[in-house]
């Protein structure tokens, strides 16, 4: 299985501040087709997952340009500036690149 | 607008079944797949595997195979999941999610699944 290693674990953050989260994978993601399947979400407290960025870079609808994703291969970063309230919860990054699935042990944005 | 609407919280035994619901609304159901993603109390997120909505035809991660069960009711635009012979290590949230692409762009509010002599 693709190991997906973020980090750090835990990431305090003032707000209007800006932060990076690091996703790396034990393996190359890039896929057959060209894509390469690496997705970041955030989880809420007590909330269902929502997706923010799709194939390394591409931001879901509504989501707003303060989230940025970039990266290749095997080596992935999320950046958020000014950094509000709404964004504290738990990242998690996704391959889907690889059978099975799997995810990033999560990044916990909590407030300083 | 989309949206995913599972079934409520179930408490069962060791060795009881159980059989959650994922309704679908706001678009074709056979369109997309859907997949089931597990989260213990806690902790993070653990990809179960996928159904296809079209064909009916279900794909396990290793971990999930032999006792859970991917199910459709397609005329109901619903999505099962059965696990059998709980244990223990099965109390979790189970999500189901709409496969865009790749990625899960819609996500149920989550069933939480306790298991609990």
């Known amino acids: 299985d693709v190991l997906m290693t973020q980090t750090p674990v835990s990431l305090p953050v003032s707000l209007g501040g800006q932060v990076s989260i690091s996703c790396r994978s034990s393996q190359s993601l890039v896929h057959s087709d060209g894509n390469t399947y690496l997705h970041w979400y955030l989880q809420k407290p007590g909330q269902s997952p929502q997706l923010l960025i799709y194939?390394?870079?591409n931001r879901f609808s509504g989501v707003p340009d303060r989230f940025s994703g970039s990266g290749s291969g095997t080596d992935f970063t999320l950046k958020i500036s000014r950094v509000e309230p709404e964004d504290l919860g738990v990242y998690y990054c996704l391959q889907s690149t690889h059978f099975p699935w799997t995810f990033g042990g999560g990044t916990k944005l909590e407030l300083k | 607008q989309i949206q995913l609407v599972q079934s409520g919280p179930e408490l069962k035994k060791p060795g009881e079944s159980v059989k959650i619901s994922c309704k679908a609304s706001?678009?074709?159901?056979?369109?997309?797949?859907m997949h089931w993603v597990k989260q213990a109390p806690g902790k993070g997120l653990k990809w179960m595997g996928w159904i296809n909505t079209y064909t009916g035809k279900p794909t396990y991660a290793d971990d999930f195979k032999g006792r859970f069960v991917f199910s459709l009711e397609a005329s109901a635009s619903t999505a099962n999941l059965q696990i059998s012979n709980l244990k223990n290590e099965d109390t979790a949230t189970y999500f189901c999610?709409?496969?865009?692409?790749?990625?899960?762009?819609?996500w149920g509010q989550g069933v939480m699944v306790t298991v609990s002599s």
């Open positions: 194939r390394v870079s």
């Open positions: 706001g678009y074709t159901f056979t369109d997309y797949a």
């Open positions: 999610a709409r496969d865009y692409g790749g990625d899960f762009d819609y």
